[in-house]
Each structure stands twice: as C-alpha cells, then as structure tokens.
C-alpha cells in the first residue's frame, strides 16, 4: 500500500510542554497576524499526556507568557509551595539543612507542585480550542527530506506489522506528514533528535550530553502525615559519594505525595540498580514514615538531560528545530526543565510565524537561537552551567563548589568546567566493582520491578516488531556480560533485559519489549551503544494517570 500524504504548514513532533508550546503560540500568531496556519501535532502515547513523567516543580514564568489568564482557564496548578526542606543523609542519620543557607537554584517560593501530565493534557486542550490538531497514538517513526537534504516533515509509522516483519490482516501504512518547518519535541533522547544530529553534525564543538534517570511514584497517603506544599529533597545515602543522585518528595494537594529518586547516568559500578536505590531510600527511617499507612498508586521512569548550557546541540538545520529536552534545555541545580521547554517553544513558534510571514520555507531558522541568546533563559542556564560537572568530584567536592559557584559568584564565574565524558563510557569492570546487596522489598514500602511495570500501566502490541534494537547480537553475551555481569539487568527500570540460559544452552539476551516504559535509559548507558531505542507503534507504552 503507498501511505497517505498530509500537507500542512507545520508538524510538531510530541505534545509535551515544548511541542503544545509551541503549537500555541503558533496560533497565537497566526491569530494576531491573519495568517491561516494549518499545525498538527504528533504523540506517540495514547493520549496527550500518557507517556508524560516529571517530579514535578513547576516554575509559571512560561506559562505566565504563553496564557497570562491560565488561572481563569483553569489549568491544573492547584498546590502552590509553602516549604522548602533539603536533608544529608547517612545510613542511621539525617541532617536538614538550614532554610537560610539553602542554594537559591532549590528555594521554590513562587512555584507550584504540579502533575505535569495533567497540565500536558491541559495544553493540549487549549490547542484544540484554537483548531489545532492533536493525534495522540501516533508515533513519527521517520524524517522525510526533500531533494535538496531539507526536512520537509516526518512519516508515522506503520501499524499491524508482525514480529517477523511481515504485514498482519490489520495492516496500515504510515502517513506523511509534509510541512514547510518541523519542530522536534520528543523529549530526552527522542529518537529522531538522534538522527538529525548525526546527519546535521549538531553536536560538533559542544560537550557530550550527559543524562540522569528518574524514578517516580505517586502515593496516597495517611492524611496525618500529609503536608500540602510541602518540598523536600535529599543527598547522600543509599548513593556513594562518588555517585551523582538524589531524592525528590513533593506533597501535593488531596494527601498524595510525588516521590522519586534520580541517579547521574555516569555511574561507574556496574552492580548499581537506580530501581533498587530508589526501594532503599524509601526504608530510610527519615523517610519511611511518610508512606507507613498509605498507599502507591502509580509508578515510572523516565532519563532527563543534565548538561545544561555547555551540552546544547545546535538548534536549527533545514526545514526546522528542536526544542526542550529534545535539545537538553534542563537547569539542573534547579531540577526544573517545563518552564525552559515551553519557553523554546515559544521562541521556535515566533521564528517559524516570522519566516512563514516572508515567505520563507525550508530554510534554517537562524533568528530562533538567537532569540535564545538574548533571553532570560539564557542567564538562568548560564548562571546553571558549573554545578552539575562539580560533582565528578564526588558529593563533597561538588557540594562545596556549587556553594561557592552560586552564592560567591552568582553563577558567573569566569570560567565554564567540563563534563566527565559520555555516560556510556563511565562503567568500570565488574573485577573493580564491588557487588550490591540489595534488601528484598517488603511490598508495603519497597517493591518490585513486575509489580511496579504494573502501576504504569504499559501496554505494547505483543506481536510487532522489537523496539529496542541490537546492531550485534553477540554484544550483549561477549562483551557486556563478559565485562561488566550484563548492567542492563540493572540500568532498565522496567525488567525488560534479563540474562537467561536455557537448556544449557548457554547465555543469552532476552528482551521483554512489551516491558519497556519508554525512559531511554537503556540507549543512554549501553556501554557500546549496542542498543538503539526506536518508535514501536503509536499508542504503545505507559499510560501514566496523573503523573
């Protein structure tokens, strides 16, 4: 079958906050200018807001630009925060921090806890207010270029294709979708980002991205112990002080809390399980009482981008751009990213309006990071830029650098510092680590991977093609296994990649596919980037609720 073609003025690839930015103050626009702009967006989850995971803490200076009457619209931003807490921990002790001395990157007077799929969902609705078209449930699984090299749009990618790769009874062919700009919006690690930067050489001269994964619950709990507005974050144990990480625990409104943990991806030990960090923190007797007598509800994992300014790839090539954690647009002293999407959003729309304006397609979209270099986000990125690559000096060292960073020098010293390298590249052999023990979860606290997948409600067509792809089927046996005892078994948050042995037959990968919550964790911190992620079909994967 040929697949249909769509034209239109501009494709979004993700409604995350970037992509529905975007597509909104395109409108906007187009509204304020007599332009007829016809603008869709893709999503691959099944619907705006299902594959969306963040703490989160969200800064309303974006939104405050984008829709200045959001309250009176109604958005979900409902428990502004009314404290601030961070605490040391070791094993048997806790140390809060005094509010006073507390970096000014963690103080969040001003902010809100929020759902960040919800207000996904929110945006998405103001989209289609303005007669934009969403499609949830369609993932654009490859770039279109025209003649010349030029993106002129994205195709989505076919359904009801067998395992074998043969075309099932259901089959569908893709759609194209050709536009005159295309917007990237994916999130950390899209797989089409991937692709540009490699074809555009977007990350020449810039360092290496380095990345985190976080992990996340939502629990429901004792309405005693229930603190609305309450933020707290932690540093140190269960993690060594060689190991970039720490806790979020964010109490919303209707006596749930949003915890998690995130653990810098440029860990060296082999034996480490950021899942299995994550059950621990939680038996902590600091933090431990505040789920005794509730309830999790929901559960998922997803990486984010740590490398700040010094890490962005050139934004613009033929025919479009990326934005938001597509790019890498996080301020991590902040661990805050949704303000800094949906303000590229919004710079990207008002390049695109104005090319569109001069009757310019295809072209590069020069005026967009330049808006970006003279933009408030600009500053607080470049203020940003020294804390994260402080801590290849361990939790001490980095500790005391960001202190004097931010405090003496308000983010402006006159110098940058390097990152370490590239995540994948961290890993020491298992014959220089030392092996985990992890406590097996009690299931009223602590939990495990098959019951936690459970909570995030992820569902993949069982027979379609693998998503998670290996370019040497050898590599995960005679390398990976061989050097560092198959770290995939423990990066994966999910239980996809197990080890097995069958029949004596000797050891082999197997991939759970139907497993995977998208985090992109695995295509991160491969340590010879062995695995590539790719779209499986749209509307597969997590349903996050309220995440």
Same mark, same amino acid.
């Given at each position: 079958?040929? +697949?249909?073609?769509?034209?239109?003025?501009?494709?979004?690839?993700?409604?995350?906050?970037?992509?529905?930015?975007?597509?909104? +103050?395109?409108?906007?626009?187009?509204?304020?200018?007599?332009?007829?702009?016809?603008?869709?967006?893709?999503?691959?989850?099944?619907?705006?807001?299902?594959?969306?995971?963040?703490?989160?803490?969200?800064?309303?200076?974006?939104?405050?630009?984008?829709?200045?009457?959001?309250?009176?619209?109604?958005?979900?931003?409902?428990?502004?925060?009314?404290?601030?807490?961070?605490?040391?921990?070791?094993?048997?002790?806790?140390?809060?921090?005094?509010?006073?001395?507390?970096?000014?990157?963690?103080?969040?007077?001003?902010?809100?806890?929020?759902?960040?799929?919800?207000?996904?969902?929110?945006?998405?609705?103001?989209?289609?207010?303005?007669?934009?078209?969403?499609?949830?449930?369609?993932?654009?699984?490859?770039?279109?270029?025209?003649?010349?090299?030029?993106?002129?749009?994205?195709?989505?990618?076919?359904?009801?294709?067998?395992?074998?790769?043969?075309?099932?009874?259901?089959?569908?062919?893709?759609?194209?979708?050709?536009?005159? &700009?295309?917007?990237?919006?994916?999130?950390?690690?899209?797989?089409?980002?991937?692709?540009?930067?490699?074809? =555009?050489?977007?990350?020449?001269?810039?360092?290496?991205?380095?990345?985190?994964?976080?992990?996340?619950?939502?629990?429901?709990?004792?309405?005693?112990?229930?603190?609305?507005?309450?933020?707290?974050?932690?540093?140190?144990?269960?993690?060594?002080?060689?190991?970039?990480?720490? *806790? =979020?625990?964010?109490?919303?409104?209707?006596?749930?809390?949003?915890?998690?943990?995130?653990?810098?991806?440029?860990?060296? %030990?082999? &034996?480490?399980?950021? =899942?299995?960090?994550?059950?621990?923190?939680?038996?902590?007797?600091?933090?431990?009482?505040?789920?005794?007598?509730?309830?999790?509800?929901?559960?998922?994992?997803?990486?984010?981008?740590?490398?700040?300014?010094?890490?962005? /790839?050139?934004?613009?090539? /033929?025919?479009?751009?990326?934005?938001?954690?597509?790019?890498?647009?996080?301020?991590?002293?902040?661990?805050?990213?949704?303000?800094?999407?949906?303000?590229?959003?919004?710079?990207?729309?008002?390049?695109?309006?104005?090319?569109?304006?001069?009757?310019?397609?295809?072209?590069?979209?020069?005026? &967009?990071?330049?808006?970006?270099?003279?933009?408030?986000?600009?500053?607080?990125?470049?203020?940003?830029? %020294?804390?994260?690559?402080?801590?290849?000096?361990?939790?001490?060292?980095?500790?005391?650098?960001?202190?004097?960073?931010?405090?003496?020098?308000?983010?402006?010293?006159?110098?940058?510092?390097?990152?370490?390298?590239?995540?994948?590249?961290?890993?020491?052999?298992?014959?220089?680590? #030392?092996?985990?023990?992890?406590?097996?979860?009690?299931?009223?606290?602590?939990?495990?991977?098959?019951? *936690?997948?459970?909570?995030?409600?992820?569902?993949?067509?069982?027979?379609?093609?693998?998503?998670?792809?290996?370019?040497?089927?050898?590599?995960?046996?005679?390398?990976?296994?061989?050097?560092?005892?198959?770290?995939?078994?423990? =990066?994966?948050?999910?239980?996809?990649?197990?080890?097995?042995?069958?029949?004596?037959?000797?050891?082999?990968?197997?991939?759970?596919?139907?497993?995977?919550?998208?985090? #992109?964790?695995?295509?991160?911190?491969?340590?010879?980037?062995?695995?590539?992620?790719?779209?499986?079909?749209?509307?597969?994967?997590? %349903?996050?609720?309220?995440?």
């Amino acid at each position: 079958m040929e +697949r249909e073609s769509m034209e239109v003025d501009v494709v979004i690839v993700g409604a995350g906050p970037a992509g529905l930015a975007t597509a909104i +103050r395109l409108g906007q626009l187009a509204e304020e200018t007599g332009q007829e702009l016809a603008i869709v967006v893709l999503e691959k989850g099944s619907e705006v807001g299902a594959h969306i995971l963040s703490g989160a803490v969200l800064d309303p200076r974006s939104l405050n630009e984008l829709l200045p009457d959001w309250q009176d619209r109604g958005a979900p931003l409902n428990q502004p925060v009314k404290r601030d807490k961070f605490v040391f921990l070791t094993e048997n002790s806790s140390l809060p921090w005094p509010e006073f001395m507390m970096l000014p990157a963690m103080k969040n007077h001003g902010n809100y806890i929020i759902s960040l799929g919800n207000l996904c969902r929110w945006l998405g609705e103001q989209c289609e207010a303005m007669g934009i078209e969403v499609f949830p449930g369609f993932a654009a699984a490859e770039i279109l270029y025209d003649d010349q090299g030029r993106v002129c749009g994205v195709a989505t990618g076919d359904m009801g294709v067998g395992k074998d790769g043969e075309q099932k009874p259901t089959f569908e062919p893709g759609m194209e979708l050709r536009a005159k &700009y295309t917007v990237f919006a994916e999130g950390c690690r899209g797989s089409l980002g991937k692709q540009l930067m490699d074809k =555009f050489g977007l990350r020449q001269g810039v360092q290496p991205q380095t990345y985190g994964i976080g992990i996340k619950e939502l629990w429901q709990v004792d309405p005693e112990k229930h603190q609305a507005g309450t933020v707290m974050h932690t540093a140190g144990w269960p993690m060594k002080p060689d190991t970039y990480g720490g *806790s =979020f625990l964010y109490h919303l409104e209707d006596n749930q809390v949003a915890t998690g943990f995130v653990v810098g991806l440029d860990y060296k %030990n082999p &034996y480490l399980s950021p =899942f299995d960090e994550f059950q621990r923190w939680k038996q902590h007797y600091y933090i431990r009482d505040v789920f005794e007598g509730g309830k999790r509800i929901a559960y998922g994992a997803r990486a984010l981008n740590e490398g700040g300014l010094q890490s962005l /790839p050139k934004l613009v090539f /033929p025919g479009g751009c990326m934005v938001g954690c597509e790019a890498g647009f996080l301020n991590t002293p902040r661990i805050k990213g949704s303000h800094a999407a949906m303000k590229t959003g919004m710079m990207a729309a008002e390049s695109i309006a104005a090319a569109l304006g001069r009757g310019e397609e295809y072209g590069v979209l020069e005026d &967009y990071p330049e808006a970006f270099q003279k933009s408030w986000l600009y500053d607080e990125l470049y203020r940003a830029r %020294n804390v994260r690559p402080a801590f290849k000096w361990g939790l001490f060292g980095g500790t005391i650098y960001a202190g004097i960073d931010q405090l003496v020098f308000r983010g402006k010293a006159p110098w940058t510092l390097s990152h370490h390298g590239t995540d994948h590249e961290s890993l020491v052999d298992k014959s220089k680590a #030392k092996p985990i023990d992890y406590p097996k979860p009690d299931g009223v606290i602590s939990f495990d991977k098959p019951s *936690s997948v459970y909570l995030s409600n992820t569902n993949h067509e069982e027979d379609q093609p693998v998503h998670l792809t290996l370019k040497d089927d050898s590599v995960p046996v005679k390398h990976n296994l061989a050097r560092y005892d198959a770290p995939e078994q423990r =990066f994966c948050p999910a239980g996809v990649y197990e080890i097995v042995d069958e029949d004596g037959a000797g050891p082999r990968l197997q991939i759970n596919a139907q497993n995977c919550v998208h985090c #992109k964790t695995c295509d991160i911190k491969d340590p010879t980037q062995n695995i590539n992620w790719v779209t499986p079909e749209g509307g597969g994967g997590p %349903n996050y609720p309220n995440m």
